[in-house]
């Protein structure tokens, strides 16, 4: 049996090109799955659903947790496909949990990382790089909690911020083609490297 796959994670603000990407990649790879956090088919994330759609409020503090927990009902499901040596194509993970609730008044960034300590730790983050303003230009945003240019603007401060040694920040002002050409380089690269380490634990 061959060693374990790679946990693979896309972020950035909204419009910056992340599903699109995913979608590529899992394509170019032969044994990958692709997830995407928030999932909103659990109950957990049919309520979250509710709550981006403004067809329920519900307290900072409370969506902040309930993010984390739709991610950790994931948890063994991960574990287990990483084991099989399954690659996981991830759209967005913990960081955009701290990015987007960081942007709010009151919030602390390391106290945000808190209830995501000790999920499987991503082998490799692509940060897809946008300006908020160009992002913006793409097309109008839609009628989504956060979807507002302000608020992108701190989500995209916050998530320099939580920038890691396993970030590769990517230029997604760029056409898709080269996006893709950039983050399959990068991908392929790390594959063999991971198959016999351990996975870590995030912020932990
Ligand atoms: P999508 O547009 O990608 O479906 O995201 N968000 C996401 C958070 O606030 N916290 C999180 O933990 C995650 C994963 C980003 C819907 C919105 O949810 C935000 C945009
Ligand atoms: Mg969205």
Known sequence: MTGRGALI?????????????????????SKAKSMKFPDRTTATGNKIDQYLQRKLEL????????YSKNRWEKEKAMLDDLEK?????????AYSGVAYTGAKPGFDLDKCKE?????????LVFFLDLKVNTAA?????????????DF?????????????KEWQVID????IEEVNHDILNS????????EKKPIGKLWA
């Open 137 to 149: 230009n793409r097309e109008a945003f839609g009628g989504e909690r956060y979807e507002q240019t």
């Open 172 to 175: 997604a002002s760029r056409s």
């Open 152 to 164: 992108q603007k701190k989500v995209y401060a916050n998530f320099l911020k939580l920038k890691s």
């Open 85 to 93: 040596g399954i690659t996981l194509v991830v759209d967005r993970y």
């Open 115 to 123: 209830p995501d300590v000790g999920l499987p730790q991503p082998d």
């Open 187 to 194: 991908v392929n690269n790390i594959l063999g490297k991971v």
């Open 59 to 66: 307290d900072d503090n409370e969506i902040h947790n309930l």
């Open 9 to 29: 994670v896309m972020e950035g603000i909204d419009r910056s090109g992340k599903s699109t990407q995913c979608k590529m990649l899992v394509n170019a790879l």
